[in-house]
């Protein structure tokens, strides 16, 4: 929930960009720059994997679900200056940022910590998964409560009432998600323990590396850079594509409200493959490498076709809405349904290094590349065919590491054959 919260709070901004404007005078560079505080969030993602690992889970959730109803409340905060509720609203944002280096590494860690050897790989893509649900339900809730600003009523005939109309309406959808990171928070105060009585694994018990020889581990071990790399470079470009979706899609005539459908039902239907294909990888053990394969060549094509798609002019192929939608939804569950197969194939790959700092790693890098594409944003947000190429891009290059990676499993060798 607290995952499913921050990626939705994340995403406010991006499915209602053109009400945004009209309401808050935001400029296209404030909207990157809203989107951008996500990755900015994790500049201090190592003191939180060390914090999850020498305080445990509890400490570190409850500092994190602060942090987010910080954020969350100052985005409320009724300033009638509107420069100044701009800074409020860019504090809130980044607040709800520094939030993500938990809501993201936390969940082979609790996977780890919780469950059994065949229920590993099912948890961390539940946990994990629900972050990008949450910036999906950002593409629904946005467009359907916050009307655009073409959009006309009989209610509302002059600019300026329609304007104060579309401000009320999204002051309520900021109220409305303060409420409800308040309430998760107010949950884990109350109760949400580090760990279970007893552990429910070998793996779960054994002694794992300090946070200094983790780092040093993970820095020398070839195999394991290649992976990140290959996790790193997709899912950060990705990340930053679909949270200006609405931004791309605008010059080649689609509407806020059809943005919003596309990108969330291509995370939506992320979550549910990835669910699956989690599953499917607990009952048939040794297959992560075969599942990544499938999964980034599906996502190489889905981002190709897009690409090729809004260059009407140059493929002539058929731009329509069903085409858009096709792409962005198959494109969407190629690449978020990989997340969890990812992680738990890091954890693998690295084992006794602790879960939750070795997808810290992996998702910092994510996170520094999402970053660097969305500073170029900030520069040259006029013309998109450029952000447009860096998807296959980006796929086509993690298919090609993927490839040549030599998979193991050290963790699962410990609780199936040493247990025994």
């Known amino acids: 929930l607290l995952g499913f919260a921050q990626g939705l709070v994340w995403n406010t901004w991006g499915p209602i960009q053109n009400s945004a404007r009209l309401a808050f005078g935001f400029s296209g560079w404030d909207i990157a720059l809203l989107v951008f ?70 969940a082979p860690f609790l996977s780890t910590t919780w469950f059994s050897p065949d229920e590993r790989a099912t948890a961390t893509a539940i946990a994990s998964l629900l972050n990008y649900l949450g910036a999906a339900g950002a ?88 992976i990140a790399l ?37 995370i939506v239907g992320g979550c549910v493959v990835g669910i699956a294909m989690a599953r499917f990888a607990d009952f048939i053990r040794g297959m992560l490498k075969f599942i990544l394969l499938l999964l980034l060549s599906g996502a190489t094509l889905a981002s ?48 006794p290094v602790p879960e939750g700092i070795t997808c810290g790693v992996v998702t910092f890098l994510s996170n520094v590349f999402m970053g660097v594409l969305l500073f170029f944003l900030t520069f040259y947000h006029t013309e998109f065919s450029w952000f447009n190429w860096c998807l296959p891009g980006s796929c086509l290059l993690s298919l090609l590491l993927i490839l040549c990676f030599r998979e193991s499993y050290d963790r699962l060798y410990l609780d199936v054959v040493v247990s025994v």
């Open 37 to 106: 505080w996500g990755p900015i969030g994790f500049a201090p993602c190592f003191f939180f994997m060390w914090l999850m690992d020498k305080k445990g889970l509890r400490v570190t959730v409850l500092l994190t679900s602060s942090l987010m109803v910080l954020g969350a409340g100052l985005r409320c905060v009724p300033v009638s200056d509107l420069e100044i509720r701009k800074k409020l609203i860019h504090g809130g944002q980044l607040l709800n940022g520094l939030a993500g280096p938990t809501v993201m590494n936390a």
């Open 139 to 226: 593409f629904l809730v946005g467009p359907l409560v916050v009307p655009s600003p073409n959009g006309t009523s009989h209610l509302l005939l002059a600019s300026q009432s329609n304007t104060e109309h579309i401000k009320d309406r999204i002051e309520a959808v900021l109220y409305a998600e303060f409420g409800m990171v308040s309430l998760i928070f107010s949950a884990a105060l109350a109760y949400f323990p580090s760990r279970p009585p007893f552990p429910p694994s070998v793996a779960a018990a054994s002694q794992r590396l300090s946070y200094r020889r983790s780092f040093c581990r993970l820095l020398s071990n070839f195999r394991f850079l290649m």
């Open 230 to 266: 290959a996790y790193a470079i997709p899912l950060g470009v990705f990340s930053g594509w679909s949270g200006v979706l609405d931004l791309i899609l605008t010059p080649v005539h689609v509407s806020q409200v059809d943005a919003g459908w596309i990108g969330f039902w291509s």
């Open 304 to 351: 190709t076709w897009f690409t090729l798609t809004c260059l009407t002019s140059v493929t002539h192929l058929p731009l329509t809405t069903a085409t858009l939608y096709t792409s962005c939804i198959l494109l969407g569950i190629f690449l978020n349904s990989s997340v969890p197969i990812f992680f738990e194939l890091f954890v693998e790959t690295v084992y």
